[in-house]
């Protein structure tokens, strides 16, 4: 899991706040995924993004969660007016690029495990 | 893209070969099949891949039937360290493809 980077490794929030979670991808790795995983649950897909552009956000929900992964600087994954329910470990990985052979596989970081109290 | 089916659970002594089966019947000719671990509360480490020869590293092997429609993860030597879930996942080779993980198989060695 070398080089992918996340933080804060916890975050608390009180019901009503505002969640930010941040993730640098490995070095020159321009594809950025976010996973969810709920206790004893598997990893959910959230969003696929490349640079400045989100490719694919179906496994996003559609209120109070968005994700941006601007031309400087980290990924960002937002959660506005967190509930109890978005209590979770939450995961980004990087790839390299999506073709043939090397540098296809995609490294996860640590995770930013969300508590909602 | 190719479902895969592995088993929920298996158990392996320490210093012994763990085998990891995977099924993918449904497997494409241009799809390869990668192999992921998550060990408790880690985020998903990368194992290995391939597309139909035979592949080793230095965490495992992988070893993929003639046909394609199964594959097989060997860690030569368990060690304790290695309890995880292991994921078995089959991608295109190109295009956008995002990392789908199913239940994957808990693997769990013991002493």
């Known amino acids: 899991n070398a080089g992918v980077m996340q933080n804060p490794r916890h975050l608390v929030r009180r019901r009503g706040q505002e969640a930010r979670l941040r993730c640098s991808p490995m070095?020159?790795?321009?594809?950025v995924y976010w996973y969810r995983q709920l206790p004893e649950e598997g990893l959910k897909f959230m969003v696929y993004?490349?640079?400045?552009?989100?490719?694919?956000e179906s496994g996003m929900p559609k209120e109070r969660f968005s994700a941006e992964f601007p031309k400087e600087g980290p990924s960002i994954l937002r959660i506005q007016q967190v509930v109890r329910g978005d209590s979770a470990a939450y995961f980004c990985?990087?790839?390299?690029?999506?073709?043939?052979?090397?540098?296809?596989?995609?490294?996860f970081g640590q995770g930013t495990r969300l508590t909602v109290v | 893209d190719a479902k895969t089916t592995q088993p929920t659970s298996m158990d392996c002594a320490e210093g012994r070969a763990a085998n990891l089966p995977c099924n993918h019947s449904?497997?494409?000719?241009?799809?390869?099949v990668y192999w992921y671990r998550q060990i408790h509360s880690q985020g998903p480490q990368y194992i290995i891949h391939?597309?139909?020869n035979n592949e080793t590293n230095e965490m495992a092997s992988l070893i993929i039937t003639e046909d394609r429609k199964s594959s097989t993860l060997i860690l030569p030597h368990a060690t304790l360290r290695d309890t995880a879930v292991y994921y078995c996942?089959?991608?295109?080779?190109?295009?956008?493809?995002?990392?789908?993980f199913g239940r994957g198989t808990s693997l769990i060695v013991h002493p």
């Open positions: 990985a990087s790839s390299l690029d999506l073709g043939m052979g090397r540098g296809t596989e995609a490294f």
């Open positions: 070095k020159g790795h321009s594809h």
């Open positions: 993004l490349q640079k400045e552009n989100i490719i694919d």
């Open positions: 449904t497997i494409s000719g241009n799809e390869y």
């Open positions: 391939g597309l139909k």
């Open positions: 996942i089959v991608r295109p080779s190109g295009g956008s493809y995002i990392p789908t």
